[in-house]
């Protein structure tokens, strides 16, 4: 199994490490996590800022900006957006610039976290957080409960050649105005080779690396000429073992994306044997697709189900294993729009066209009960192999013994 390591979620407020080698197969969404396959970490309890934006480089976890929250609030208290709610001593008006880091190298050290020497130029709430091209690129996202004008710069990069943050051209969509406007806010991200899609009220803007430069692109998604999957509010993710399939959900189950070489149209694979939502649900959040494996895939979806006496948080997980199959004969054209996925298409569709060999491993899900307020909205997901890293310290050992 490629999935040995640990699967990092973080919400506005929590991390969890999802142990998955302490998940048994578990073969019906019926199942709940085995307690001992997940650790929970409470940033704001631990004096933590709250929505921090988080990237993983090399073998550490870096947590970055956020909110810091005044001590002694109670957690209805926190779920309410107001500025009494920030440490306004702290940082810019209760802003942070700080970073943090962790140590992955160790399951135990993964929650340790310290303050590093070096802090961006400027504080940000909720941080969207990319690696591209070996650099680290941030921006602010919408705040919880700061409710001023966002310092400047919004927007920036950090080059670890030179170990050196820079400044950024401001967003079209950040103007000398209160950011809590909904037509201001950022809803979804997204990254396409080295461009950088952004939605912000309901414009779509680009940024472009090489040309430094922002550009709107008005409010319809089809007019962008970029598949409708690969913009903000999917989520999808490529399978590492090909980097023309797509992993993607839709309202209410889950497919795969595969792109001709010959830029046609994409073919669409409905995956109801990995994911399919049959639950009474009365919110869903955008789910996350994690690669864990080259051929192997995670999903994660957040929901909040109506059950008899009220409401339940949890978030759904499956893990499952992709292959291509092997045939000679053209590729089928799709008879559906791959955007009526998202609204109309019944999941299992008979429109669905085969062309992955699909095999879940596990599902399971997570109960939030005992998480109080929060919403169960995962803000970034990321895998992290312990092989891996062991492999890469054995390497480094070698290394030095060899050149004593």
């Not at 992955?104 to 591209?132: G, N, V, Y």
């Not at 950024?168 to 950088?196: A, E, K, M």
């Not at 199959?325 to 590729?331: D, E, I, V």
């Amino acid at each position: 199994m490629e999935g040995q390591g640990v699967l990092l979620l973080m919400t506005k407020q929590r991390l969890l490490v999802v142990d998955l080698v302490k998940l048994e197969n578990l073969d019906s969404p019926g199942n709940e996590f085995p307690a001992a396959a997940v650790q929970m970490f409470d940033f704001v309890e631990k004096g933590f800022p709250l929505g921090a934006g988080f990237f993983t480089w090399g073998s550490k976890l870096y947590m970055v900006g956020g909110e810091k929250i005044r001590a002694g609030l109670s957690e209805k208290e926190l779920a309410s957006s107001s500025t009494a709610n920030l440490d306004e001593l702290f940082g810019t008006r209760g802003l942070s610039k700080k970073i943090f880091f962790s140590d992955l190298t160790k399951k135990d050290s993964i929650t340790e976290f310290q303050e590093h020497s070096r802090t961006m130029r400027e504080a940000k709430s909720s941080p969207i957080i990319e690696e591209i091209d070996g650099k680290v690129y941030f921006l602010s996202g919408p705040p919880s409960h700061y409710k001023y004008l966002l310092p400047v710069p919004a927007f920036e990069v950090y080059d670890p050649s030179l170990d050196r943050f820079e400044a950024l051209p401001t967003p079209l969509f950040y103007v000398i105005h209160p950011y809590d406007d909904p037509d201001y806010n950022i809803r979804d991200h997204s990254v396409v080779g080295t461009t950088i899609y952004v939605r912000a009220g309901d414009q779509y803007y680009s940024y472009s690396i090489s040309d430094r430069k922002w550009c709107c692109l008005g409010n319809s998604a089809d007019e962008i000429p970029v598949p409708n999957c690969l913009l903000p509010g999917n989520n999808g993710k490529f399978v590492p073992a090909y980097k023309d399939v797509l992993i993607c959900f839709s309202h209410d189950g889950l497919f795969a994306v595969l792109f001709p070489p010959n830029g046609g149209s994409p073919l669409i694979q409905f995956l109801d044997e990995v994911y399919i939502d049959d639950d009474t649900v009365l919110w869903r959040g955008v789910g996350m697709v994690v690669a864990i494996g080259e051929n192997e895939m995670c999903i994660i979806r957040p929901k909040v189900l109506e059950i008899k006496n009220g409401m339940k948080n949890r978030i759904d997980f499956a893990t499952f294993r992709v292959e291509k199959l092997n045939s000679s004969a053209p590729a089928p054209a799709p008879t559906i729009d791959i955007e009526e996925i998202y609204d109309s298409a019944p999941v299992g569709s008979d429109n669905s066209v085969p062309f992955l060999s699909v095999t879940c491993i596990r599902r399971a899900f997570y109960n939030f009960d005992e998480w109080g307020y929060e919403v169960p909205q995962i803000r970034s997901a990321f895998f992290h192999s312990f092989k891996k890293t062991f492999s890469w310290l054995q390497r480094q050992r070698q290394f030095l013994l060899h050149n004593l």
